[in-house]
């Protein structure tokens, strides 16, 4: 099984990589062993239970690592999100007493679209059994695509213009609505480890996370992110959402864009519209 590097999982440091080995097991299916360490920060200030945003993310990784160091595509293309969805199928997604969350994950290359004989669109499920299931779906750029698209945007740099503490700042809530902006820590490991020139996907779906964590008691068994746009990094960010007895529909919005919708349910069950 051949073991990654963190660069084939996009991610500077090996702290942030979660997989570490990918294996092929037929034209479209693979297994990717993956780690969720204890440690992380993000699973503070209670470590024994499993932040649905490191699930999410560790199937993002094994995709990318796939693709990169599974089909050799290198480090030449951009991965463009469209869309991700997790399933929570537990009740008891806690680490275990000692140590990591460990286990193979199973990933399905379920649809793959190509242009000029190159992989362009990818639809992705996904699998630990007996724990979490999802999807994603992405579009592979070449750098010279995405920098065409990408050619006016503010990049990441040295110099750090604001921090908070708090991700998700409520402005207002009352028993069916919450507004709320966004208020960054661009000195964040996790979400800034590498220089970035938009807003990271995985930053708004842990944004999901903790509004409906913060709304029900406890973190989404279902939650769903697109992104139609991207998001500026220094832009400000107001997310509007309305509530219901089981769950959030958001919308992300930098002025009159909306650069990403969220849905999220208590069942995991749940299929969206």
């Given at each position: 099984m051949p073991l990654i590097d963190s660069s084939a999982a996009h991610r500077?440091?090996?702290?942030?990589?979660?997989?570490?080995?990918?294996?092929?097991?037929?034209?479209?299916s693979w297994s990717a062993d993956i780690e969720i360490p204890r440690s992380h920060w993000l699973c503070h200030p209670t470590p024994h239970r499993v932040p649905v945003t490191l699930l999410a993310e560790a199937f993002r990784q094994a995709g990318l690592a796939i693709?990169?160091?599974?089909?050799g595509m290198g480090q030449s293309v951009q991965f463009v999100v469209s869309t991700m969805t997790?399933?929570?199928?537990?009740?008891d997604?806690?680490?275990?007493?000692?140590?990591?969350?460990?286990?193979k994950l199973e990933v399905t290359f379920a649809d793959i679209r190509y242009r000029k004989d190159l992989p362009y669109l990818l639809e992705v499920d996904y699998r630990l059994p007996g724990v979490a299931s999802g999807h994603?779906?992405?579009?592979?750029?070449?750098?010279r695509e995405y920098g065409a698209i990408r050619r006016n945007a503010d990049r990441l740099g040295d110099e750090v213009r604001e921090t908070s503490t708090q991700?998700?700042?409520?402005?207002?809530?009352?028993?069916?609505?919450?507004?709320?902006?966004?208020?960054?820590?661009?000195?964040?490991p996790f979400f800034f480890d590498h220089p970035v020139d938009h807003l990271p996907?995985?930053?708004?779906?842990?944004?999901?996370?903790?509004?409906h964590e913060d709304v029900y008691g406890a973190p989404p068994r279902?939650?769903?992110?697109?992104?139609?746009?991207?998001?500026?990094?220094?832009?400000?960010?107001?997310?509007?959402?309305?509530?219901?007895?089981?769950?959030?529909?958001?919308?992300?919005?930098?002025?009159?864009?909306?650069?990403?919708?969220?849905?999220?349910?208590?069942?995991?069950?749940?299929?969206?519209?």
């Open positions: 500077s440091t090996r702290s942030e990589t979660l997989v570490w080995a990918i294996e092929q097991l037929s034209e479209q693709c990169v160091a599974g089909w997790l399933r929570v199928e537990t009740d997604l806690y680490f275990p007493r000692f140590g990591g969350l460990e286990g994603v779906g992405a579009r592979v750029l070449s750098d991700l998700v700042d409520v402005l207002e809530q009352d028993a069916d609505h919450v507004r709320a902006r966004l208020a960054l820590n661009e000195t964040d996907g995985m930053l708004l779906l842990h944004a999901s996370a903790l509004l279902f939650l769903t992110v697109s992104f139609p746009a991207f998001g500026e990094l220094r832009m400000e960010t107001v997310v509007e959402a309305s509530l219901s007895s089981h769950g959030i529909d958001a919308a992300y919005l930098q002025g009159e864009r909306t650069i990403a919708t969220a849905v999220s349910d208590i069942d995991h069950a749940v299929i969206p519209n």
